[in-house]
């Protein structure tokens, strides 16, 4: 019975090989943003449900929710700056399908453990879900069309968010589900279109002989592999990534709370915003950062990167700003602002790094530095979420997500620049250096 499995899998992976460009750009596409896309369902929808009336440790139990599973997020990607980085690719699948699981169940455990005790198995699910996107992108990395794969799969990252709130309020509105199962039985519409794309995935060939002549090798990195690229990239790391940690804070907030600033502004009742304006700001990314798949020099498509990360900022400052001056409404100042955010945020998860690696002839992965620029943001994120509780200013949301993106979009700013400028400097240090090689 394992015999014919493999001979048919192989056959997939080998058509695959022969296959013409853009079918393979759509295979790979598309099983990998349905991968991730299902993951949002069992770590997202939640963040639909208001838990109104609920209070622990003195803040909304929503609050504790939040902070709970972004704890959980940030302690996977801290371990996960080791676990990734030495991953084999043949054990990415089966990772990634008992990781969700076992995100599933914990879920299982939320519904029935009553409250205030169930707040555990929130962070129980975000201890393995914070894996799972170093797992998918290790089967797209360090290929010619690593932009515009990883340009889609990134762009799940938003489209994906809003599918799994607009799923779970659905759930409750439509199904009378209430706020505490409807968690699980969202994870229950994604399990088997999730194990359905990981089998698809699965089959991707690995990057060809004219990929790493272009990319450089991808592989698994040692403890003595990563401390040497920590040391040789440390000046150009410490503000990209207090830049991404800004973005990272940035688009959880839009993410988690997105549901109180709608209920704010008169769209409680409509359980498609949340999908209709990711869906929008996705195809807006997806077109800007795909496009980079044309830019052969690795050099000047990272130099690019910052510009691109730039523009976001100054969009999301620039819309805020409109908003306060009553010239757009709350929806397109939203819907502005955060396609800037996207703008910034996504790069790095599909384009920065990966050039990088290129553009500096490193033999590793993106996993790695990935997850050491992840890690750092969710902490950030949990910073944030516990100086607004305790703090106490009174605000609305309209007006904390007015202030948040002033802040850190200025901030944000001058970090790139200062992170543009160190790489142009690097740059022309490692070209120095292998010349006189």
């Known amino acids: 019975m394992i015999q014919p499995t493999l001979l048919q899998t192989s056959s997939i992976k080998e058509k695959l090989q022969r296959s013409p460009v853009f079918l393979f750009v759509l295979y790979v596409s598309l099983s990998s943003f349905a991968v991730y896309g299902c993951m949002y369902g069992f770590r997202k929808p939640f963040t639909a449900a208001s838990y109104e009336g609920y209070r622990l440790f003195g803040i909304s139990y929503k609050v504790v929710l939040v902070i709970a599973q972004v704890i959980g997020y940030v302690i996977s990607k801290f371990y996960g700056i080791r676990f990734i ?158 830049a991404y940690s800004l973005l990272t804070i940035l688009r959880d907030f839009c993410e988690d709370f997105a549901n109180e600033l709608w209920n704010e502004t008169g769209f409680q009742n409509n359980a498609n915003i949340f999908t209709q304006t990711s869906t929008f700001i996705s195809l807006l990314v997806l077109a800007i950062v795909g496009s980079f798949f044309i830019i052969r020099n690795n050099y000047k498509a990272f130099q690019l990167t910052y510009v691109v990360i730039l523009f976001g900022f100054s969009l999301a400052v620039i819309s805020t700003l409109l908003f306060q ?19 910034g945020y996504v790069p790095y998860n599909c384009l920065y790094f990966e050039r990088m690696l290129a553009t500096f002839k490193v033999h590793g992965n993106v996993g790695f530095v990935m997850y050491i620029a992840d890690a750092f943001g969710y902490l950030g994120t949990v910073i944030v979420l516990l100086l607004k509780e305790f703090v106490t200013i009174k605000y609305s949301w309209v007006n904390f997500f007015s202030l948040l993106f002033y802040v850190f979009a200025f901030v944000g700013m001058i970090l790139i620049i200062i992170g543009a400028r160190v790489s142009a400097n690097t740059y022309k240090k490692f070209n120095f250096n292998q010349s006189i090689v």
Do not use: C
Request: charged share 10%; proline share 7%.
């Open 85 to 242: 980085a030495s991953m084999k690719p043949e054990k990415r699948a089966s990772n990634i399908l008992w990781l969700i699981t076992i995100a599933w169940v914990s879920l299982l455990l939320f519904a029935i453990v009553p409250f205030p005790f169930n707040f555990i198995f929130m962070f129980v699910n975000g201890l393995p879900l914070g894996m799972i996107w170093g797992l998918v992108f290790g089967f797209l990395e360090g290929r010619r069309m690593t932009e515009l794969v990883g340009a889609v799969l990134a762009t799940s990252f938003i489209f994906a968010s809003g599918l799994a709130k607009t799923v779970g309020k659905n759930l409750m509105l439509e199904f009378n589900i209430n706020q505490w199962w409807m968690p699980f039985a969202a994870g229950a519409v994604f399990i088997i279109p999730l194990f359905i794309s990981v089998w698809l995935l699965q089959q991707t060939p690995p990057p060809t002989e004219d990929d790493i002549a272009n990319r450089t090798v991808r592989k698994p990195m040692n403890a003595e592999e990563r401390k040497a690229f920590v040391k040789q990239f440390g000046a150009i790391l410490i503000p990209v990534v207090l």
């Open 325 to 343: 001056l009553h010239v757009i409404s709350p929806l397109i100042w939203f819907v502005a602002a955060t396609s800037g955010l996207y703008m």
